[in-house]
């Protein structure tokens, strides 16, 4: 197919997959709306907190006037779902400012935990996995096997606290948690790389057991393919063999698969962000999530969700054009 | 098995008195494990009574001991004793919550795969993109909304684990359908329900028991995450989940303890169904053979 062809065929897909998201994540959103009107919770008085036991009945009226939470149920949510079209997310009731402005806070710090996770995740499993792959049901194999399926019975939180534990608590090597160093006035990168060490490592290891068993068995796969015997029959060195022959075939579907993965990895650092009270989305989410912070809630659960469905086509995207022999029909 | 001829004649001969070759002796183990945990926390209200909300401030923080197993938390309570206590929960809401998803999953990916074509392209395109939806922040909205309890709890689990095992009940179903004894039947005037319930179903149920059994500790992952989160149950409940959650603060102040049994017996739980369900994965599928002998 002709370069041009093929850059007609991505537009196609990128028409029908938004065809699918949009429709869903409008039922998804009249869905959570629809669980936020039936919460038993009154969010005037949630909004004023202690104050809602002294606070008079009209201010509580006028409050619930002002946000309109008396209108109709579908007034309210074409109200609310016109306001997130046009870029306006809303008011957090928990954190008294707007959701827009609590997200550009936080955003970047989750993003930077999960990005530098996902690197060394990338980089770990590939060299792990190829090298198990290499000499299959050896040793290396069965231990990166046996430990593998450990890690993956761990709770995210629950490694996290046994890190805690032992670097911070035992050997006293790497702080416990926080951004900075209590004593710091000012945010610097290099204490805070020294507070990212732990919840990074965390994150990267809870993961990687699923990476590490993909690649391992994709290659595992591929060393079996012809052009890999090829490639050993002509006498090449194992190293070459395996990292520039079977290595590279299993890359590019693996490659696809880390966006299906992404939800998980939200996840995992919703739990590493609390283990270790960084200041990123988990913390405020799960504040939101107390205090009933509708807003907040729908418009982090929806935004991730746009993010991870951007990403994913984007990586079915870039391995179409780097495979010519992938055809994308969905 | 190259390796059995290094390991000491005694040991072999133990083996084979027992026939235990290596995969059957990790799945005796697993199963072992998992009837001590299933009975344990079915029998314990009867053998071992636990006052949920009792407090002994006098024995506040003790380490591991012969009393107390696994020493004891900020209020003096016996880790060991809530951990069994906690575990029943998360095993109770583990599986009606797994329960919840596979009917859920069964029914989606049942209309998708016997309807098949444009039912199945648009079911399984929904289903892709609600994936996409990072399900621990679905969780926690539906908890949030609902007010944690129980059956919030069980509701967010449920709601967020049926993907995987829509899938597998969708492409079990498009694969049987071109088989020849679903022609045979067809051509020999069985009707769609009986098509259905005699010849399709047989073969899908043991895959989504299976799934079933697979989704088990991730439920009680997401319970526990929940729980650890503030979200989950009650705090003065003994749940997986709250234990971790309470020892975080033991932690710090030197009782590492705390959270160590709830998090071992998460881990040993989780092990025991994988090691159980790769075995059963093998007789399901002989030419598959899964990887996980420990």
Do not use: C
């Not at chain 1, 994150?203 to 391992?216: H, I, M, N, Y």
């Not at chain 2, 149950?233 to 160590?260: E, K, Y």
Request: charge should be positive; glycine fraction near 10%.
């Amino acid at each position: 197919m002709t370069r041009s062809g093929r850059l007609a065929g991505a537009g196609a897909v990128v028409r029908r997959r938004l065809l699918v998201a949009v429709p869903v994540l409008a039922a998804t959103s009249v869905g959570m709306f629809a669980l936020g009107a039936a919460s038993p919770v009154d969010p005037a008085k949630q909004y004023a907190g202690a104050a809602a036991f002294t606070a008079s009945e009209e201010n509580l009226a006028q409050l619930r006037a002002n946000w309109g939470v008396d209108d109709p149920l579908p007034v309210q949510y074409l109200r609310w779902i016109s306001n997130l079209v046009q870029g306006d997310l809303g008011w957090s009731t928990s954190r008294h400012e707007p959701v827009a402005s609590v997200l550009a806070a936080r955003a970047g710090w989750t993003l930077l935990l999960i990005g530098v996770s996902l690197a060394l995740v990338l980089v770990a499993s590939l060299l792990l996995g190829a090298l198990a792959a290499y000499r299959r049901g050896g040793l290396f194999d069965r231990a990166l096997r046996a430990a593998a399926y450990a890690v993956q019975s761990m709770p995210v939180f629950w490694l996290g606290l046994a890190a805690i534990a032992v670097f911070a608590l035992a050997l006293g090597w790497l702080p416990a948690g926080g951004l900075t160093d209590v004593t710091a006035t000012s945010t610097s990168w290099p204490d805070v790389a020294h507070h990212l060490i732990l919840p990074v490592a965390v994150l990267a290891v809870s993961q990687a057991p699923w990476f590490v068993l993909f690649v391992r068995d994709a290659v595992a796969e591929s060393m079996r393919d012809d052009h890999v015997l090829a490639a050993r029959a002509r006498g090449l060195p194992g190293r070459t063999v395996l990292f520039g022959h079977a290595l590279r075939t299993a890359l590019l579907p693996f490659l696809t698969l880390v966006g299906t993965h992404l939800p998980e990895l939200v996840g995992g650092a919703v739990l590493v962000e609390t283990v270790f009270s960084l200041p990123g989305l988990g913390a405020v989410t799960v504040a939101a999530a107390l205090g009933s912070d509708f807003p907040l809630l729908a418009a982090i659960t929806l935004v991730t969700t746009a993010v991870v469905l951007a990403a994913n086509l984007a990586t079915d995207l870039a391995y179409a054009a780097a495979d010519p022999r992938v055809r994308l029909d969905g | 098995m190259a390796d059995l001829a290094a390991r000491p004649p005694l040991l072999q001969v133990a083996r084979s008195r027992l026939r235990l070759r290596p995969g059957r002796a990790g799945a005796v183990t697993a199963g072992l494990v998992l009837l001590v945990a299933i009975a344990g926390s079915l029998l314990a209200p009867l053998v071992w009574p636990l006052d949920q909300s009792a407090v002994a401030l006098d024995q506040t923080r003790l380490a591991p001991s012969w009393s107390h197993l696994a020493g004891t938390d900020d209020l003096g309570r016996d880790v060991a004793h809530r951990a069994v206590y906690g575990l029943r929960v998360s095993l109770l809401v583990g599986a009606v919550a797994a329960l919840v998803a596979t009917v859920l999953g069964g029914v989606v990916g049942g209309i998708a795969g016997t309807l098949g074509g444009r039912v199945d392209r648009i079911l399984m395109r929904i289903v892709d993109t609600i994936a996409a939806m990072p399900h621990l922040l679905l969780g926690i909205f539906i908890v949030a909304m609902l007010r944690p309890s129980l059956g919030a709890v069980i509701a967010s689990v449920g709601l967020t684990h049926w993907l995987s095992t829509a899938r597998i009940v969708r492409s079990e179903l498009l694969s049987l359908r071109t088989r020849p004894f679903i022609d045979a039947a067809i051509s020999g005037g069985a009707g769609r329900l009986r098509v259905l319930t005699r010849h399709l179903l047989p073969h899908v149920l043991p895959r989504l028991a299976l799934a079933t059994t697979l989704m088990i500790p991730h439920a009680v992952w997401h319970e526990t995450a929940l729980s650890f989160l503030g979200l989950g149950l009650p705090p003065h409940l003994a749940s997986l989940g709250n234990m971790i959650n309470d020892g975080q603060g033991s932690l710090l102040t030197g009782a590492w303890w705390a959270s160590l049994a709830p998090g071992g017996v998460i881990v040993v739980v989780t092990l025991a169904i994988a090691v159980l369900a790769a075995r059963w994965r093998d007789r399901l599928d002989p030419r598959v053979r899964a990887e996980l002998h420990l």
